[in-house]
């Protein structure tokens, strides 16, 4: 069941993950987009597949990004976020002290949130 799949991505991985789970039909998990940003933005708005007045307005979003990243600043990262909220979806952001990677913080909180997503 695709309520049990939870799409997850770093970078281009992550814009791949917000772009196609968005715009997915039946209900996921949940999106996991690390170090990323929404791509066609502007497009969101109209191609939101999800059926239902609310559509999939309470996906759970899990957003983590780097704030010395240099490859993708966090700054549109956090644009990406609020137009994410601005949207009606609810994203579980995290930032730290990092560049373009992952820490260890960064895993224990991706752990605490599979964990609620999939439970």
Not at 7 to 18: E, P, Y
Not at 23 to 37: C, F, N, V
């Amino acid at each position: 069941a695709t309520n049990k799949i939870v799409l997850a991505g770093f970078s281009q991985g992550g814009a791949i993950v917000l772009q196609t789970g968005l715009r997915q039909r039946e209900r996921l998990a949940g999106i996991m987009a690390l170090s990323t940003y929404l791509p066609l933005a502007d497009l969101v708005s109209a191609e939101i597949a999800a059926p239902g007045p609310d559509g999939h307005r309470d996906l759970p979003i899990f957003m983590a990004h780097g704030a010395d990243d240099p490859v993708i600043t966090i700054a549109r990262a956090q644009a990406s976020r609020k137009q994410l909220e601005q949207l009606g979806y609810s994203v579980e952001w995290h930032d730290y002290p990092m560049p373009h990677s992952v820490c260890p913080e960064e895993i224990a909180d991706i752990s605490d949130w599979l964990n609620r997503v999939l439970a």
